[in-house]
């Protein structure tokens, strides 16, 4: 007979805010369930004893009037106290509407069940865990009048049970694996994942799946760990084709735009002579295209035709690379937009993905030390990522990063099991690489070499602008042979080659690498790599590796614990470095005599500069008298640090050395794979080292060196929805150190023009006043090589662009009066509808704080990006709610794929021109005779352009753009950006006329030019 489910609770509250310390629950819902039988329900409203806050009106639709006469909380805690009992609590996020039952002394013993923790496991690549997102990808019904508290129950315990049967289905050596996880206590997934595998082991009858004596005798005939037959690539030939990684909503609309007839694709024709043009003459070609939403059909189009009339022409068929900036575009490419323009065309070509370094699962490395304590107990982050990697690892035939959504936190996660550093070499050449020595390599088992097989086959081979970079910076390069390419995105290429070079030196990273290396803990026991590999380290030890994650005293022998001493040695010279690098950033602070503003602070520059300000490293550095504080603990870190670099290698040595490991069959790699970890951790370290060598010499070189404190970190109080809660000041922490490359037109010249092919170098903001000059230089073209093309469709019968001439200029006074003024007059004017860009986060919470009460007293919901989420949070709110105001700020500029609709009105506050004082624009404007017109105008014009293209014309809407900054008319500069947009209709006028303006614009037809 078989077992009942357990009895569990869904459980969900309305409240009006996050913090479970201050604000007050508005609304209790619960469901009593077993299995898909309901067995009971409790709901009701709660009197808060305080107003609702608009936004959760408008959220939720509770309004005071739904409250009248409804209970406080505790005149129904006894009640929910016993309909809780002391079952499983469900719930998406359920720690946070728990930590506020808790505050009324319920549930505190009650486990809990988180559907979002679930959700992100057990369906690793969706784009977004919210709880009707998760509820979609299953196929359950969302219903419209979701965030009440009874609605969301129900939707919770849908998800639940149909996230459980997917569970049902996970092998049980991988829930095994999920319950074993090195994991604290409180992650809410690890009760729930070590009861299922009891539960699974009472019904099938059995106890324990260690691998046993035969277990590792399977192991020594396949050279592997038998475990890797559970993943999908192992079962490939069995197994049907993969199904593309599902894309945000955003690109379905994105797709479905281009597809047009064929003869009517804006540009095709002009874009078709010239990318011939291109390839057939090698030479490179810059083309703007802004038709609206980051379309490049022209050019896409036009490639694919030249690559289609090479077939049967030639032995060696045509090939191409194309690169985009991000992930995202690049699946996108692979999996909508080249099978739609290749259906149109009727051809069949080939396509490859090719990933970044590290943007593969090294089969080699799960095997081997991922899931093994190396550096301490896992985070529940961390603990999250594992358990997600492992389930999709059963299901993924690619091993691509891409494939997976992985929340910041459980980055670390992939760290741990990541491609890219397989081909490093050993310490003993004679054991070769990983890569050369890797059994799973050898059996068609490792990711990156059968993707590597799949861009040797392709016709067209797609990338990042990163995976490019590193390909082609790679002495074992895929792609140098294939002589044309299609950049784009090329308008963020240098933004991305600056990146790609630039680097960090960060304490906890180093820390934590000379951890995983090993420490002592205060128990007096050992753990890392160097405790792990012990039996085979120690003199006359047995071989391979520890059966336990750390090791006593008496199991290291005399030379490992001088190893021992030396790692706590490198940790102590390490944090008394930063400590140094924290007393220059203060002195320098303090101390005068320095240069001028224009060229950012420098050490030695004027002291009312704040603390959270960059610091650059130059030769006047040496001028700050806690330089030699410096100096004097970098000098014993250096030294610290080559000693367990050193010790590392002769560790790797020791473990890959033949006699060692004489003793085992052919076969588990375990020890191997220590070796491998061991080389890791040393070729970081010497990267590490190089780099502050470098910084700290003070030399002058082709990159710029700066220090700059953190942003102070924040803790959350309890538990909270993803991305939002409660948020306390933790201690400051220790400074960084950056680097970044001054000029990358040189690299990239060296990367991509070195040689004469045909590379089409597309974006959507490329020129700046008609001439294509600054972004030429900044790509490392010549003026006069290559050729230029500009593809725009003109939005003068679309968008009004409004600029402002009788208000004040940014850093004037009354200015941010002015601004917040129009704000409330265009949102109320039009009802919402509204999205206003700022270039700080500071002129965008001053606004936030002035116009929103106002405005919701209108019944206008205003929503600021870092205060009410993200910008793909407030972007979908924008769609799905009406009279909706969006502030946003950096990265809401270039909007991504979250812009799914055009806003009425768009607000431009002011250009966004670059800072000077940040230090890698600084250091290029020293270069720059006329900074202005050379260097911050033509930034500041090819952002706003970008940011039309994507944000205005997202699609056909009919709507205005108002230039708020009055530099735009009043300066001669202003021309320069003016005329570096597309064709629209233009009217000049007073803030008072704006709103009368913009509503006869809208009611209106055809242009106003």
């Known amino acids: 007979m078989a077992k009942k489910s357990a009895i569990r609770i869904a459980l969900d509250l309305e409240t009006t805010g996050l913090h479970a310390e201050q604000d007050a629950i508005l609304e209790v819902a619960a469901i009593k369930f077993q299995g898909s039988e309901v067995l009971d329900t409790f709901e009701t409203f709660i009197s808060p004893g305080r107003s609702i806050p608009y936004r959760v009106q408008r959220l939720t639709g509770i309004k005071p009037e739904l409250l009248v006469g409804a209970p406080p909380f505790d005149a129904i805690s006894r009640q929910l106290h016993t309909f809780l009992g002391d079952y499983p609590i469900v719930g998406h996020s359920i720690p946070f509407d728990v930590g506020f039952l808790r505050r009324w002394g319920l549930a505190h013993s009650n486990p809990m069940v988180d559907t979002f923790e679930l959700a992100t496991v057990l369906l690793p690549s969706l784009s977004s865990y919210n709880l009707g997102q998760v509820a979609h990808s299953l196929g359950i019904q969302v219903p419209s009048d979701r965030h009440r508290a009874m609605v969301d129950t129900v939707l919770a315990m849908q998800v639940f049970l149909s996230l459980y049967e997917r569970l049902q289905t996970v092998d049980l050596a991988l829930l095994q694996d999920l319950a074993r996880l090195d994991a604290p206590r409180s992650w809410p997934l690890l009760h729930f994942f070590r009861h299922e595998l009891r539960l699974r082991q009472e019904h099938d009858g059995t106890s324990n799946l260690s691998r046993g004596i035969l277990g590792d005798r399977f192991a020594a005939q396949l050279g592997m760990d038998p475990r890797v037959l559970s993943f999908a690539i192992a079962r490939k030939d069995d197994a049907p084709p993969p199904v593309p990684t599902a894309l945000p909503v955003a690109t379905t609309a994105h797709i479905q735009k281009a597809e047009v007839p064929a003869e009517a694709s804006f540009g095709t024709s002009v874009a078709h002579e010239a990318v011939y043009e291109a390839f057939e003459q090698r030479k490179p070609l810059v083309v703007e295209v802004t038709i609206g939403d980051n379309d490049y059909t022209p050019v896409l189009l036009s490639t694919l035709r030249w690559l289609n009339e090479s077939e049967g022409e030639s032995a060696t068929p045509r090939r191409l690379v194309i690169a985009c900036s991000n992930q995202q575009g690049a699946r996108r490419l692979v999996s909508k937009t080249l099978p739609m323009l290749q259906s149109r065309l009727e051809s069949q070509l080939s396509v490859a993905y090719l990933a970044e370094r590290g943007g593969y699962l090294c089969t080699h490395r799960w095997f081997g030390a991922a899931l093994r304590r190396t550096s301490g107990e896992l985070t529940a982050e961390q603990a999250r990522g594992l358990a997600k990697l492992g389930l999709w690892a059963q299901q993924t035939l690619t091993g691509e990063r891409g494939e997976l959504t992985l929340l910041p936190q459980e980055s670390a996660a992939w760290e741990r099991i990541s491609s890219g550093v397989e081909r490093l070499p050993s310490a003993d050449p004679r054991a070769g690489s990983i890569y050369q020595r890797c059994t799973y390599r050898r059996k068609g088992l490792c990711f990156v070499s059968l993707a590597e097989e799949r861009v040797k086959n392709a016709r067209i081979v797609v990338t990042t602008h990163a995976g490019l970079f590193d390909d082609l910076s790679s002495s074992h390069s895929l792609l140098s042979g294939i002589e044309q390419r299609v950049i784009l995105d090329s308008d963020l290429l240098d933004e991305e080659n600056a990146r790609w070079s630039g680097a960090e030196f960060r304490q906890e990273h180093l820390l934590n690498l000379l951890n995983t290396i090993g420490a002592e803990l205060p128990t007096g026991r050992y753990q890392g790599l160097l405790a792990l590999a012990a039996p ?302 700022f270039t700080s986060h500071a002129a965008l919470r001053s606004s936030y704080t002035a116009i929103k009460p106002m405005l919701e007293a209108r019944g206008i919901l205003v929503l600021g990006q870092g205060i009410d989420g993200s910008p793909r949070n407030l972007w979908q709110i924008y769609r799905e709610q009406e009279h909706v105001v969006l502030l946003g700020t950096g990265s809401f500029w270039d909007a991504g794929d979250d812009v799914t609709i055009s806003p009425t009105c768009l607000i431009v506050s002011r250009l966004p021109m670059p800072v000077l004082h940040d230090p890698p624009i600084a250091a290029r404007a020293e270069l720059i005779s006329d900074q202005l017109h050379n260097l911050t105008v033509p930034m500041a014009a090819l952002r706003v352009r970008r940011a039309l293209n994507k944000i205005a014309w997202h699609n056909d809407k009919r709507n205005a753009v108002i230039m708020f900054d009055k530099r735009v008319v009043s300066k001669e500069y202003g021309a320069m950006v003016l005329q570096s947009l597309p064709r629209c209709s233009q009217r000049r006028g007073g803030a008072s006329r704006a709103a009368e303006s913009v509503l006869d614009w809208l009611t209106d037809t055809g242009s106003w030019e």
């Not at 030769?619 to 004097?632: D, I």
């Not at 502050?692 to 109080?717: C, F, G, I, K």
């Not at 045909?758 to 959507?764: L, S």
């Open 536 to 837: 085979s380290l120690r003199g006359n030890g047995p071989g391979g590796i520890s059966s336990t994650p750390t090791v006593a005293k008496a199991e290291l022998d005399q030379r490992m614990l001088s190893w021992f001493q030396t790692l706590r040695q490198a940790r102590a010279a390490v944090e008394q470095l930063f400590k140094s690098f924290q007393a220059l950033i203060e002195d320098a602070a303090h101390q005068g005599n320095g240069k001028g503003e224009g060229a950012g602070r420098s050490a030695g520059s004027r002291g009312h500069e704040r603390l959270d300000q960059p610091l650059r490293l130059t030769s006047q550095s040496c001028q700050v008298g806690a330089w030699n504080e410096v100096e004097q603990a970098w000098k014993q870190a250096a030294h610290r640090l080559q000693s367990v670099i050193d010790l590392a290698r002769q560790a790797e040595k020791i473990i890959l050395a033949p006699q060692k490991n004489a003793h085992k069959e052919k076969g588990s790699g375990e020890d191997s794979s220590l070796a491998s970890e061991l080389a890791a951790a040393a070729h970081q370290l010497l990267e590490q080292k190089r780099l502050a060598e470098q910084a700290l010499s003070l030399e002058e070189s082709e990159s710029v060196y700066w220090l700059r404190m953190p942003p102070t970190p924040v803790s959350h109080a309890g538990h909270q929805r993803p991305g939002q809660g409660p948020q306390t000041l933790s201690e400051p922490a220790p400074p960084i150190l950056h680097t970044q490359l001054v000029q990358t037109s040189a690299l990239l010249r060296r990367l991509l023009l070195r040689e004469q092919r045909g590379t089409i170098f597309a974006g959507t903001a490329l020129s700046v006043d008609g001439s294509f000059a600054f972004t030429q230089g900044r790509l490392g073209l010549e003026s006069e090589q290559g050729l230029t093309l500009s593809i725009e469709r003109p939005h003068h019968e679309q968008t009004l662009l409004y600029l402002m001439d009788d208000v004040p200029e940014p850093n004037v006074p009354q200015y941010q009066r002015h601004l917040d003024e129009t704000i409330m007059q265009m949102a109320s004017a039009l009802e919402g509808q509204t999205v206003v860009l």
